[in-house]
């Protein structure tokens, strides 16, 4: 005979995931209303930086909600970019996004700092017209972090212009050697470690994996 006292294992594990739930529930509740535009910062010297803040804007895109997408550094003539080249795609679609490949290239390409200095100024204005732009949800400013490591922008103004953004703008930025300034003032901070690449195997950079 079945002692009444001893409980069901099945019945113990079943009020443990409600107690569960129930806890969930509502911690889910208490955090409502307080929504606002995230800075997200995604750095690392492993792949997936730039195409986690792609994934941003797709799922922006498909909410209709509009999309900047501010490229530093790289060169829209120097290869087929698929994320550029997707973007432009919805883009002529009719999906609210706008995107800018404003660099002039790797540095050691370009051979001219100045002239890079500049390219990186007027995509920075780009990126702060589209900040303070209350209409638009979610900036991504990519290869952000290598501008500021080659010293093309300073850290403290685009700080200060991501910390002013409006209540409900999102911002992303992207690409190795994030400024600790910056990574101390953003919401989410994702590193990306490098544990293997195919490139140590002597194989390129291929197109639908790399761009």
């Known amino acids: 005979m079945t002692n009444p006292s001893v409980q069901d294992p099945s019945q113990r594990e079943k009020e ?16 409502q209303g307080n929504e606002r535009g995230l800075y997200l910062l995604f750095t690392g010297l492993g792949k997936g930086k730039t195409s986690s803040a792609m994934n941003l804007v797709y799922r922006h895109l498909a909410h209709d909600l509009p999309v900047a997408v501010v490229q530093f550094v790289k060169n829209s003539e120097a290869y ?3 994320d550029r080249q997707m973007l432009q795609k919805l883009s002529d679609r009719g999906f609210p996004v706008r995107i800018h490949t404003l660099g002039g290239g790797f540095t050691w390409e370009t051979q001219d700092p100045e002239g890079d200095r500049h ?7 780009q990126a702060t017209d589209y900040i303070m732009d209350e209409t638009i949800s979610l900036v991504v ?10 010293q093309q922008l300073e850290v403290d103004p685009v700080l200060t ?11 992303a930025s992207t690409g190795r050697y994030a400024p600790q300034a910056l ?3 953003a919401d989410l ?10 490139i140590s195997q002597g194989i390129p950079a291929q197109i639908g994996i790399e761009f």
Do not use: F
Not at 141 to 150: M, N, P, T, W
Not at 161 to 171: E, F, G, K, Y
């Open 141 to 150: 400013l990519d290869e952000l972090h290598i501008a500021l490591k080659k």
């Open 189 to 198: 901070v994702t590193e990306m470690t490098r544990i293997k690449h195919p």
């Open 183 to 185: 990574i101390d003032a």
């Open 80 to 82: 087929p970019d698929g």
């Open 16 to 31: 443990r995931l409600q107690k569960i739930k129930q806890a969930k529930d509502q911690a889910r509740e208490a955090r």
């Open 161 to 171: 212009v991501i910390q002013s953004r409006p209540h409900l703008c999102h911002v």
């Open 119 to 125: 390219m990186a100024a007027a995509a920075w204005q």
